[in-house]
Every structure is written in structure tokens, then in C-alpha cells.
């Protein structure tokens, strides 16, 4: 397919990281997916048409639907790898599943900007869905997460990006689409500081202050990196671009963790290491610091997948 005749991606997909976000989780009402369907277009090419109008504070976003909706939303065809979050527990580790019909993710330099796209957004779709949760996150320092690392460093570049996260001529229909996987931790920040740095550090296998990777000798078998880095049986690395940001108040802190890639399977592969290990006990130790909240799987379609299925 030539790039001309490509569906246009949703933009917040593979958007370079922002100042501010805010995320909504909504649960459709009944039968209205008639009326959803042209709404939800809307949606998409309004956030779509907002890039272009803020463009000067990075403005982006996309719509993307629950795993558990998506047949009644769009009964006639379904993205071939969209299935639910996979719930996983081992030991006191647990990854819970919570799903929602449909998540909306936008994001912006100016918070006012994000504010009013919000509302919008809300008032678009009302009567038709309730709002089940709302997140706002923002930049902590130079892109840190909560436990003070730099949080993204090794996410795909430019291109790569692209590459990374949208759906290709395996599903030809989905083409320009995204699996997404959200999930809401919370940080126990009280334990985490408690911690001497070095501990800190072996526990991501990165350097805190100058976010300097361990060298692979070093790396404990438990570390956050060595659990998540993983390669197919040809030996090409596992990739998927994470778009997280930290989130919350005082009363609750984390990391809005969210993953978007054009298959399902390495976000499942890296979360099922992370929490049952490797088969000798090496599970991540970075989770013994936070807790899932939710868990949820979307697919993001293109914009002209959007448009056309009304
Ligand atoms: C509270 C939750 C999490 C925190 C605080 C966290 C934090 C971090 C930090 C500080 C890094 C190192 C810097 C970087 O390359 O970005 C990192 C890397 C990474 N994380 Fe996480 N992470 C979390 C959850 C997850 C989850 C659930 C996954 C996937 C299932 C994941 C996948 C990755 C990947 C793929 C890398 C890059 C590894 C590399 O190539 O070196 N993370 N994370």
C-alpha cells in the first residue's frame, strides 16, 4: 500500500511526550451504539483538528475502545489480537483486570487547553456514557517518574516509533490502529524513599541521577530492565513505545503506565516476566514499591476507521 492511500493514524498514538495529560475511562449505556458510533467519530476528528489549532503547545490525543466492547460497538469486524487484559497474580504480586468500553487519552503542553478539550469532549458524548474514572498527569521534573528515575529513556525514536506501535499489512483493516494497555499504579512512596539509592538503583539496574543503564553483567536477575527487555526466538528484540506519565495527588501518586504497539503480545510478555519471573523466583522488584489499580486493554483504530464505520 503507498503511503497516499494509508489510514491516517490517530495522532496522540506515537506524539512525542507532553507537559500535561488527563485521561477518562467511560462505560457505554446501553444500546446506543447507533448513535455512539457517529459521536465517537466526531470525537477522533475534533482531537484530530485540535492538533493543528495547538499546534504551538503540542496538542494530541486519541479515542480507544475496551477489548470487551469492541463487538458491540463494531460487531461486523474485530482487530485480530484484541482480547482482554491478561489478570496475573503470583505470590503476593498481582496485576488486576478492569476494563473499560472506552478510554480517551489527550494530551498538551497548556493545561487550560487540555482543560476545555475535556470538557468538550464530555459534553459531546453526554447521555450516551458514564465517566467511570478521570486522571490528570503531568511532567515531574526532567521526565522522572515518582521514585525519581527518568522514566521513557529507552523508548523507540522517530520513525521507529510508528514502526513500533501501528498495525501494518498483518491486519489489513486495522491498518494505522494501536493495541493499548493501561494500567494505574500506585507508588508506596513511604517504602520507596526509605530505600538507600544503591538499592534503589539495583532495583531499576539504571544510575538515578544521570540515568545511566547497568552494564549487563550487573543487572540483577530481579531488576526492572532485565525483566522487561526480552527477545523473540529469532533473537529481535520485544519493542513496544510507552506513553506513561505520573499522575495523582498527595492522598494517591503513581504512574499512569500505558503501552501502545501493533501486537498485544509483548506488553502480555513483559507484564507476565515482571510479575511470575523468570521460572527460578526472579520476579521485578520494582513492583514490590507499587501497586496496579486497574488493567485494561484497548485498540486505538485509525482515524479513518473511525469515520468510515459510522
Ligand atoms: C510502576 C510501574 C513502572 C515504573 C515506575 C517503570 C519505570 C521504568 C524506568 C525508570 C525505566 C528505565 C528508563 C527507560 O528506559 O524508560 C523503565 C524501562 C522500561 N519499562 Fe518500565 N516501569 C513501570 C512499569 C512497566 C511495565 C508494566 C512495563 C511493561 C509491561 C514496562 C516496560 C518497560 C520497558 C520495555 C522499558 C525499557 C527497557 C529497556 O529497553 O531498557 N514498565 N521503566
Known sequence: ???????????????????????????ARDHVEPL?????????????EQTDQHADSAFNGFVAVGANYWDSLYPDSRPQLLRPFPSIQYNDLVAPAIEFDLF?????????????????IHQMLEGLVELVDEERGF????????????????????RQRQQVALVEEEDEEFQGGSYVHVQKYEHKLNHWHRLPQKEQEDIIARTKQDDIEYAAEDKPL?????????KDENGKPKEILRQSMPFGSLRQQGLMFISVCRTPAHFEDMLTSMIKGDGHGHTDKLMEYTQALTGSSFFAPSLDFLLEKV
Not at 36 to 48: D, E, K, N, T, W
Not at 104 to 120: K, P, Q, S, T
Open 139 to 158: 511532567r515531574y521534573m526532567d521526565s522522572r517518574d515518582l521514585t525519581g528515575f527518568v522514566d521513557g529513556t529507552e523508548n523507540p525514536k522517530g
Open 104 to 120: 480517551f487519552h489527550i494530551r498538551c503542553d497548556r493545561y487550560d487547553v487540555l482543560h476545555l478539550v475535556a470538557n468538550e
Open 36 to 48: 455512539l458510533r457517529p459521536c465517537l467519530a466526531s470525537v477522533a476528528q475534533y482531537i484530530f
Open 222 to 230: 530481579t531488576s526492572h530492565i532485565k525483566r522487561v527487555n526480552l
Open 1 to 27: 500500500m503507498d503511503i497516499e492511500s494509508m489510514p491516517r493514524e490517530q495522532l496522540g498514538i506515537c506524539a512525542e511526550g507532553n507537559l500535561h495529560s488527563i485521561y477518562l475511562m467511560y462505560n
